[in-house]
């Protein structure tokens, strides 16, 4: 029988249209709502695309002229399909994206309706978004942000808007969003990679960063999840049990996908399709109730809108199901969270990956070059990259339940360890003929060209690589992605341009051939880099506990403080990505994000011990008392043989009681003191140090209060009726 709590739920839908209509996922329907550049042909004259094409090549301004004539292409084709309304869509820090919807409809000045939507509509637009986060680049008062156009990532329709991707920048420049910087990012890395990528071919004009994402989720029951106050308010549950069963027995990693959640996904992959979304693989996670999904990789700024647009449609479409979509990193305590591997290499446009090892000797140089590159940088940057994926709730999954720690190592398997062990020996200066010939022949002509089979088996590397692309897997599933990849992005152009700078150097100043400099340069930088690879081996292991340490003893709030460290600044300053003061206000927007997520929590749970632990605590302390009377009355004297267990129980509930509301005072006093402190940074360390451990205390004792008292009459969903989807 159903206990009361989730009797009353809403009776879910059943799986009924298991089959995706045949039309709908024809290859002549893929990207049907997005115009991209071969569709705005057939509403754009030749000399117009031309021009269009020119402006996003070189990167220029784009005349009103022009403007005008692309505005009215998009409304054409939008209102063939239906629009009726446009935004500029944008991602501002929050890390939802955001729009603000208007009609195509107006009138004319003698009354008459008309559609209109023209250039200065395109480029740009005013949006009322005063409130978003901005950590003090504008004030709110002055709601002074703009939208501006990116043409680089297609246009698409959502619903019934024609939904236009923009950049989010204040009215005195700063950047208030994820894709000014990302954007930024991408521009310097393709200009330093590019000129690296000519030592080996001079017909590359252009590198692009490509991402693949691995969007992690859990789906509850709507009305179930709905009982619980901490998963509506927090995303995640502040107390509950862990159930029996778990991921015991390992049926549902990989197992057969429960139809309700398949009849979920195939509406989901359905308007995807639509959207030009290119989801790929769907399977269950290792938790109950978990779930992945992947796309085919695509050039970076565009895959990340994607997973943007893909967690919007999802929330949405989960509501239709009856299903609560969770993206939290650590929803449920004690079972795996959820995260994003984001897998990401460099691609040139002759349609080469430059992380892929080659058939040619000299292909593996340039394989080698930016796999010992992208491995120096995020050495040199390691707090930075790591800040780059920590928040108050990816710190509750990093380093738990099968989940990589939040300090950066890399792995990269046996076979490029040893190569990389054999390029340490390269003797300094000008290699003899025969040592070139052997290290051609023996050691970079001898890296198999496939090396997919040789990955880190225990998936718990921060960083791994994967064959043909590092694997970055400290990333949540609720982070954006924009924000790891920006730094990843920096910190190698950064490294490449030194790195050119280097060998240049070498070639130019001390006559050395370019593939000697080159085979010198990295050899010096492979006895660096040793210090970030970790193979799993002892000698590794040793070091990374010490490290682990180390870093364990810093708060999320100091973790986070890398984003405002020198070398941070000097590289994005430098690669003008970041100014200082930009860097400043995204320091204290992800503080005031952890206060703020810490601050929500720890009300919720106060709330919930005082109104719903602790009375119901009480009503079975009354039941058990009225237990007490009865036996005291039939048995007298003798009630102690018959009645010591209840009296047990009795106190216990009263012990846990005690120490609920207990650490609930001392709790909202610390929050009160927080409350006294100005400085966001000293606010931080005090919910960090002081009330995070609170919501654990709490916590335990609510817990093994939810194991005494009858299951009738807890009042809230416990994990095995939120974790187990009929
Ligand atoms: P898993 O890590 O689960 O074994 P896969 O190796 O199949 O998964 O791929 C994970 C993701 O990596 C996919 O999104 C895939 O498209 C992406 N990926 C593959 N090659 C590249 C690449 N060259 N650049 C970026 N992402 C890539
Ligand atoms: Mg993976």
Known sequence: MRSQRTQNRIPFSEPQHLHVEGSARQASNFGKHVLNR??????????????LDRCIRKNISISNELADQI??????????????????????????????????FDLDFKGN?????????????????????????????????????????PP??????????????????????????????????????TEVCKYFDKNVAKVQATLGWEQEFFLIDASIALTRPDLILTGRTLLGHAPAKGKHLGKHYFGAIPNRVLTFLKDLEQACFHLGIPIKTRHNELAP??????????????????????????????????????????????????????????????????????????GNLQFLTFFINTIAAVLKHEALVSAATISASNDLRLGSNEAPPSFISIFIGKELTKVLEELENVSKGKLSPQEKTDLKLNVIGKIPEILLDNTDQTRTSPIAFTGNKFEYRAVGANTHCAKPITVLNSAVAEQLLDFKETVDVLVNEKNMKKDDAIFNVLRDMIKHIKNILNEGDEKSTKKTEKKASKHNQR?????LSAYTSDSSIALFEKLEIFTQKELLERYAIDLNDYVQTLQIESRALGDIARNHIIPTSIKYQNIIIENIRGLKEIYGDQFKTFGQEQLTILEEISAHITEINKSVNAMIGAREKSADWEDVYKKALVYSKEIMPFLEQIRTHCDALELTIDDEIWPLAKYRELLFIR
Not at 89 to 97: E, H, K
Not at 113 to 120: H, N, Y
Not at 121 to 149: C, H, I, K, M
């Open 38 to 51: 071969s569709k705005l042909e057939n509403y754009l004259n030749q000399n117009a695309c031309k021009a």
């Open 71 to 104: 505005a009215s292409a998009m409304k054409a084709w939008a209102i063939s399909l239906g629009a009726t309304h446009y935004t500029h869509w944008f991602q501002p820090l929050s890390g939802a994206t955001a729009e603000k919807q208007d009609s195509f």
């Open 113 to 153: 309706l008309i559609e209109k939507f023209e250039g200065v509509q395109l480029v740009q637009q005013q949006p009322d978004v005063s409130f978003a986060p901005s950590g003090g680049a504008r004030n709110t008062f002055e709601g002074r942000g703009y939208t501006l156009w990116d043409p680089t990532s």
């Open 156 to 193: 698409f329709i959502y619903d019934d808007a024609l939904c236009i991707p923009t950049l989010f920048v204040s009215f005195t420049g700063e950047s208030l969003d994820y894709k000014t910087p990302l954007l930024k990012s991408l521009k310097v890395l393709d200009e330093a990679a």
């Open 289 to 362: 109730s978990q779930f992945e999904l992947t796309p085919v990789f695509e050039e970076a700024n565009l895959s990340i809108d994607h997973n943007s647009l893909l967690m919007d449609l999802m929330s949405k479409l989960a509501t239709k199901h009856h299903f609560m979509v969770i993206f939290h990193e650590k929803p449920f305590a004690n079972i795996n969270g959820s995260g994003k591997h984001n897998n990401w290499s460099l691609a040139t446009n002759t349609g080469l990956n430059l992380l892929s090892p080659s058939k040619t000797p000299m």
């Open 555 to 559: 708060s999320v709030p100091d973790l």
